[in-house]
């Protein structure tokens, strides 16, 4: 049996797609246990390009089971979109998707107030998807559930009384004009018509599949760096992304992990605002945007890029309990003469010992650097470690290093054949 969660290791766009994609191979059931559509991952399979925002990437293998955990918060028409996008690609989801009847429901007032929040002077960097604004209401106890689709009358009841209030403050504090209650009441009814089929008491599910002997992946959205408790508060996401999601977005208890796998890209990259110490804002982060196709999968916004930062992934690490991991888009560094790793943080003319999660004080430390000479030469190609040229490997040992992991898997490119495992 092995129970295991992947998780982002860095502030997200690590990659988890396509190795979420490569290790279902050999697992039974993926569960994707928080987050909602801000999330985008991508798999390419031949010359075929998935972004998956909602199910999980383990649905591209045909003989897995996927699981939306209660720790996802669910839009509807994006759900129901992607479930037509698969099926229309030949990949049927009746039968092989479930979703937790514990999950809150994205509302359309709770996306509208997200995109004025973004439109003022205070911007987070959100994607406008309504993520923040749901997982207000759950945890404001106002939120709606997929089970309440069950019940018409505690469905119309929940809606008219949450609308009475947004409305109110829609007119009052937006200036904007008042949504139809009506028109959302019959909007999720008809959703429920069509997503019935899918719903599941997912703890009594997986907990009975473990009891089974069946294996698991937990799927985790955004990056550890984004964790509202662990992260760059508040330049973070509204769920938990480390390993600790996993139980209290599944219903599965910690005593079932049997490992925490990272995904590491061999660079950082960030989305939207918040401290970033290795940032590149020169032609060298231009480069790796340009080379690494650094624009986001959900909102195409351009990625901020910089040097591989091994003092946050010790404290990734950390937090998360991580043992193994895979290194992704480490053929983007091909082109440089040199490659820069940071190895501690510099705060006030001394060195940090600890990683300092608050925003105002990891904005002001000053990354230590090691230089390392570059490989210069394409890697795209290679499938087997032996063949990586001497400096390559010599920058993974120094990376796993100094942040203490062990790397089971390499991704040299977009494709699942662009893949070495160790």
């Not at 049927?92 to 007032?109: D, Q, T, V």
């Not at 089970?147 to 018409?152: E, G, M």
């Amino acid at each position: 049996m092995s129970v295991t969660v992947l998780v982002g290791s860095q502030w997200g766009d690590e990659g988890k797609g396509k190795v979420v994609d490569i290790l279902s191979e050999n697992y039974e059931i993926v569960a994707r246990y928080q987050g909602g559509a801000n999330a985008g991952h991508t798999i390419e399979i031949g010359d075929k390009k998935f972004i998956l925002h909602l199910i999980p990437s383990g649905i591209l293998r045909e003989n897995v089971i996927c699981v939306i955990g209660n720790g996802v918060v669910i839009d509807p028409k994006a759900l129901l979109e992607e479930i037509e996008f698969l099926e229309g690609h030949g990949f049927n989801c009746e039968g092989r998707l479930f979703i937790s009847h514990n999950a809150h429901l994205i509302m359309p007032y709770h996306k509208l107030i997200d995109s004025l929040n973004e439109s003022g002077e205070k911007k987070i960097g959100t994607t406008g998807r309504g993520i923040g604004p749901c997982y207000i209401d759950k945890f404001a106890r106002k939120g709606i559930r997929i089970v309440d689709l069950l019940n018409r009358e505690i469905l119309e009841s929940k809606i008219r009384a949450n609308l009475e209030e947004k409305n109110n403050l829609l007119k009052k504090v937006y200036q904007h004009e008042e949504l139809n209650v009506d028109e959302i009441i019959e909007e999720y009814i008809e959703f429920d018509k069509k997503i019935d089929k899918y719903i599941k008491d997912v703890p009594q599910y997986l907990n009975e599949a473990i009891q089974d002997g069946k294996s698991i992946l937990f799927e985790g959205a955004q990056g550890a760096l984004l964790d509202a408790d662990f992260g760059t508060y508040p330049f973070v996401t509204s769920s938990s992304p480390t390993s600790g999601g996993a139980c209290t977005g599944t219903g599965v208890p910690p005593t079932k992990i049997t490992s925490v796998f990272g995904i590491v890209k061999a660079y950082t990259t960030r989305v939207g605002n918040g401290p970033f110490p290795t940032e590149l804002l020169d032609e060298d982060g231009e480069n790796l945007r340009r080379w690494g196709a650094e624009f986001g999968a959900t909102t195409g916004r351009p990625r901020r890029c910089g040097w591989f930062d091994a003092f946050l992934l010790k404290y990734s690490r950390l937090i998360n309990g991580i043992e193994r991991v895979a290194i992704t888009k480490l053929d983007v560094l091909s082109n440089f003469d040199e490659i820069k790793v940071c190895i501690g943080y510099e705060l006030n003319g001394k060195n940090l010992k600890s990683f300092p999660s608050d925003a105002d004080r990891l904005s002001k430390v000053t990354p230590i650097y090691e230089t390392l000479p570059g490989w210069k030469t394409d890697i795209s190609h290679v499938r087997h470690y032996d063949d990586l040229p001497v400096e390559t490997k010599d920058y993974l040992s120094f990376i796993s290093q100094q942040c203490g992991f062990e790397i089971s898997i390499i991704s040299v490119g977009p494709k699942r054949s662009q893949t070495i495992l160790l």
